[in-house]
């Protein structure tokens, strides 16, 4: 199974304050078989929240760890991509759906990405299978 991790996720396991950090850190452990993706909007989400709520030396840690592992692959949107994300705003406006989230959700279609770890009702909803604080689908 492939997963789409995404910036909710990334702040749970980094931040042990964060509500789903204990959730987090074992579902992170269960996928570390699985090949597992995000997108570089994940990523300056993530590390923009990070720096936010822990610093940016410990942002800028997380940063470097991200693009140094072999285990997540980023992947990145093209102008396409981007234009059918701001399509899915529209489609999604009256949801408080991010931007990115909706390049998350080209990104996964066109990957055929199925699955989420997420802690965002949103995936869900777009019709993606989500890996949340009550499961780990296999």
């Excluded at 789903?20 to 993530?46: C, G, Y």
């Excluded at 936010?52 to 072999?70: K, L, M, T």
Aim: hydrophobic fraction near 45%; charged fraction near 25%.
């Amino acid at each position: 199974m492939m997963v789409f991790i995404d910036t909710g996720a990334l702040l749970a396991r980094y931040l042990q304050k964060d509500a789903h950090h204990t959730r987090a850190t074992a579902v992170w452990k269960k996928l570390a078989s699985q090949p597992m993706f995000t997108s570089n909007h994940v990523i300056d989400e993530a590390v923009t929240l990070l720096a936010r709520y822990a610093g940016n030396h410990f942002a800028a840690d997380r940063a470097e760890n991200i693009y140094a592992s072999q285990a997540l692959e980023i992947l990145y949107s093209t102008r396409d991509d981007e234009l059918e994300a701001i399509r899915l705003l529209r489609k999604y406006a009256d949801q408080g759906v991010s931007f990115t989230d909706c390049v998350s959700f080209v990104l996964m279609k066109r990957c055929r990405i199925a699955t989420a770890f997420t802690f965002d009702h949103h995936f869900e909803r777009a019709g993606f299978r989500a890996l949340g604080p009550g499961e780990t689908r296999r």
